[in-house]
C-alpha cells in the first residue's frame, strides 16, 4: 500500500522544534545585546582608570611571575585578577571586556532558569533575562576594568547553582562558584556564607537549630574579623573614620586620627565616637543604609538619574515577591533578605561609593524577586 511522504515539519518532534526557536531567540538576544554594549561603548569607551588600574597593575604582575605577593596583597580580589590576566595574555582589554559580556549574558540566562524555577513561568522568566541584559546600569560596568561586572554575575550564577537540586557534578561546579565568588570581592564572603548555610539547610545536612548556631558562629567571626583585623590600606580606614557617607576625596584632613596598614574598622570607630558620640554613629550608620538602597546622584545628569529612577520599581516589586516566596519556601525567602540586608549593612558600617556600583551586587536577586511579585499580583488579579 502506498503511504504518502509526510512532510518534513511533520516529522520534526516537538523537543526537536523548540530547542530550534530557543536557539534562534538565544541568537537574536545576543545580538541586540552585543549592539546595545556597542552603544555603551561608542559613550563611554574601556575604562581602565582609578580602581581599574588597580586590577590592570595586578594582573600584569601576575604575567610576570609574581604570584605569591599579589594573592598576598589581594587574596580577596584574586579571581578577578586571574581572570584580568588571562584575558590581557590572550588578547589584551578588549578581550577581558568581551569576557566580561559573555560572563554576564551566563548570569542572565541563569536567572531566567532561577526565575523559572521559582515562578513556573516562562515569560516572566525571559523577561527578568531581558531586563538584567539591558539594564543600562548594570552593563555599564562591562565597558570598565572595575570587578563590579564580574562579580555581580557570578552572584547570578552561583545563585541558581544554590537553589537548583544538584547532581555530585553540579555540586563540585557550584563549590567552584563559590570559591570564585568569595576571591572576587570582599562582600562575596556575605553571599558564599548564606549560599552555604541555605545548601545545608536544604540538604538537611543539620537540624534547624545547629543551623541557627552555625550562622550565628560564622558571622560572629566575619565581622570579629572585619572590625579588628587590618584593612588593606589606608585609603579604605580614613573615609571611615571621617564619618564619610559616600567617598567624595581622594584623602582626609584628620589630624588626631593616624591610619595606617595596621589600622583597624574598630580604630575607626573610636575615633568617631570620641570626636562625637553614640547616637551620631547611630544616625550615620542609617544615613549609610539609606544611601547604599540610593540610586540616584545630584551630580549625575539628568539622563543617568531618569534611567536609575526607573529601577526603583525593582523596590516595589520585590515587596510581593517576598510575600510569595514566604508563602512558598521560606528557606529561599530568607536567603534573599538576609544576603541583601547583609550586602547593605556593610556599607552601613564602612561608606558607600561615589557611583552606585555597590548596590548592583543585589540586582540579581531584585530581578528575581521582582519577577516573583509579579507572578503573586498575577495570582492575586486571577482570584479576584
Not at 560572629?220 to 579604605?236: D, H, N, Q, R, W
Not at 567624595?248 to 580604630?267: G, I, M, Q, V
Request: hydrophobic fraction near 50%; aromatic fraction near 18%.
Amino acid at each position: 500500500m502506498y503511504n504518502a511522504a509526510k512532510p518534513i515539519h511533520s516529522q520534526m518532534t516537538i523537543h526537536t522544534a523548540k530547542k530550534i526557536k530557543s536557539g534562534i531567540t538565544y541568537t537574536v538576544v545576543a545580538l541586540l545585546y552585543c549592539l546595545f554594549l556597542s552603544l555603551i561603548y561608542q559613550r563611554t569607551g574601556i575604562v581602565t582608570i582609578n580602581e581599574a588600574d588597580k586590577y590592570i597593575s595586578a594582573a600584569k604582575r601576575l604575567l610576570e611571575g609574581d604570584m605569591i605577593e599579589v594573592l598576598q596583597s589581594f587574596f580577596f580580589y584574586s579571581s578577578y585578577i586571574f581572570f584580568t590576566a588571562a584575558g590581557i595574555f590572550t588578547g589584551g582589554i578588549k578581550t577581558v571586556v568581551i569576557a566580561q559580556a559573555l560572563l554576564s549574558f551566563i548570569s542572565a540566562v541563569c536567572i531566567k532558569k532561577t526565575i523559572n524555577l521559582l515562578t513556573g513561568s516562562n515569560r516572566l522568566a525571559f523577561a527578568g533575562m531581558l531586563f538584567f541584559l539591558f539594564s543600562y546600569p548594570l552593563q555599564y560596568w562591562i565597558l570598565t576594568l572595575f570587578s563590579d561586572s564580574y562579580f555581580v554575575s557570578l552572584i547570578g550564577i552561583t545563585l541558581y547553582y544554590t537553589l537548583k537540586n544538584k547532581s555530585s557534578k553540579e555540586f563540585s561546579f557550584w563549590v567552584f562558584l563559590n570559591i570564585l565568588l568569595v576571591t572576587s570581592r570582599p562582600p562575596g564572603v556575605f553571599f558564599v556564607t548564606m549560599f552555604g548555610l541555605y545548601f545545608l539547610h536544604n540538604s538537611r545536612i543539620i537540624a534547624t537549630k545547629k543551623l541557627i548556631i552555625t550562622g550565628i558562629v560564622a558571622f560572629a567571626v566575619i565581622y570579629l574579623s572585619l572590625f579588628y583585623l587590618p584593612v588593606e590600606t589606608k585609603g579604605y580606614i580614613k573615609p571611615i573614620a571621617a564619618g564619610a557617607i559616600i567617598v567624595d576625596s581622594a584623602d582626609y584632613d584628620l589630624p588626631a586620627f593616624e591610619a595606617s596598614d595596621k589600622s583597624t574598622l574598630a580604630s575607626a570607630y573610636q575615633y568617631l565616637i570620641s570626636k562625637h558620640s553614640v547616637s551620631y554613629v547611630a544616625k550615620l550608620y542609617i544615613k549609610k543604609l539609606v544611601s547604599f538602597f540610593t540610586l540616584t546622584r545630584p551630580y549625575y545628569s539628568k539622563f543617568n538619574n531618569g534611567v536609575l529612577l526607573l529601577h526603583y520599581f525593582l523596590y516595589l516589586l520585590s515587596i510581593p515577591g517576598l510575600i510569595l516566596l514566604y508563602k512558598k519556601n521560606r528557606a529561599v525567602a530568607f536567603l534573599f533578605i538576609f544576603s541583601i540586608f547583609l550586602a547593605a549593612n556593610l556599607v552601613a558600617l564602612t561608606y558607600n561609593e561615589w557611583h552606585y556600583r555597590f548596590t548592583l551586587t543585589i540586582f540579581p536577586i531584585l530581578i528575581v524577586l521582582s519577577a516573583s511579585g509579579v507572578s503573586y499580583l498575577s495570582e492575586r488579579k486571577l482570584k479576584n
